[in-house]
């Protein structure tokens, strides 16, 4: 049973324009969201976070936005660049409990 | 600076036979330890996590084990493997008192793959 779930498999958006990942959970304990970016034979990078009493985190060009009635987060990546081509990872966890992480999303950013 | 090294990058590895992954962390004391397995279109999946030396947990069953000999040495094993090891394994750790999730830092990871 996923925790945590990421249902496009796969993106691709235009340079320039804007990248929207979403993920859902279903475990209502949760109170601590993260982003994670992952290149081909590399180990996964921390992007941004939020927590549960948060529903907007922004930095940069990246921004999170948590809906925890309807358990829902999203990525937004404002301009997306070619070089945000990677494996997205949605992941989540009680506090100080263990990271859940979804199957993943590949972004494709076409110049 | 805290650093994780992991290895062997890659490995091919015939079914049956045995398997040693090894982690380590640089710069930090009882760091909380994890493995994780990407495999092909599941994301990535806890397998084992330790919070001190020979505290192991196990988050599936399967045909691995770990072990942690020693505060900053992850190792990853089987006796003997099966196809359905073939993966990407990552191993991560936190720091205690790092607060958050957030804390966790992730190796380069070991593609293994099964034949």
């Known amino acids: 049973d996923q925790q945590v779930k990421q249902n496009s498999p796969s993106l691709s958006v235009q340079e320039g324009r804007i990248s929207i990942l979403n993920c859902d959970y279903t475990n209502s304990m949760f109170d601590y969201f993260l982003w994670y970016k992952k290149y081909p034979a590399e180990g996964p990078t921390f992007l941004i976070s939020?927590?549960?009493?948060?529903d907007k985190n922004e930095d940069g060009r990246f921004t999170v936005f948590l809906n925890k009635s309807a358990k829902h987060l999203s990525l937004h990546i404002v301009p997306s660049q070619p070089g945000d081509s990677a494996v997205y990872f949605c992941a989540a966890s009680e506090y100080a409990g263990n990271l859940i992480f979804g199957k993943g999303t590949k972004l494709s950013v076409k110049p | 600076s805290q650093t994780i090294h992991q290895w062997p990058a890659t490995l091919v590895q015939p079914v049956g036979s045995p398997l040693s992954l090894e982690c380590t962390v640089e710069?930090?004391?009882?760091?909380?330890l994890y493995w994780y397995r990407q495999a092909a279109g599941r994301g990535l999946q806890l397998l084992f996590y330790?919070?001190?030396?020979?505290?192991i947990s196990s988050e599936v069953p399967q045909n691995l084990s770990a072990s942690r000999p020693q505060d900053r040495q992850f190792i990853l094993s089987s006796k003997k493997l099966l196809l359905s090891d073939s993966g990407f394994y990552l191993c991560?750790?936190?720091?205690?008192?790092?607060?958050?999730?957030?804390?966790?830092?992730f190796g380069s990871g070991t593609r293994l793959t099964v034949v």
């Open positions: 330790s919070i001190g030396i020979d505290q």
């Open positions: 939020i927590s549960s009493i948060k």
């Open positions: 710069g930090t004391s009882n760091p909380n």
């Open positions: 991560a750790w936190r720091n205690l008192g790092q607060e958050g999730p957030d804390g966790y830092t």
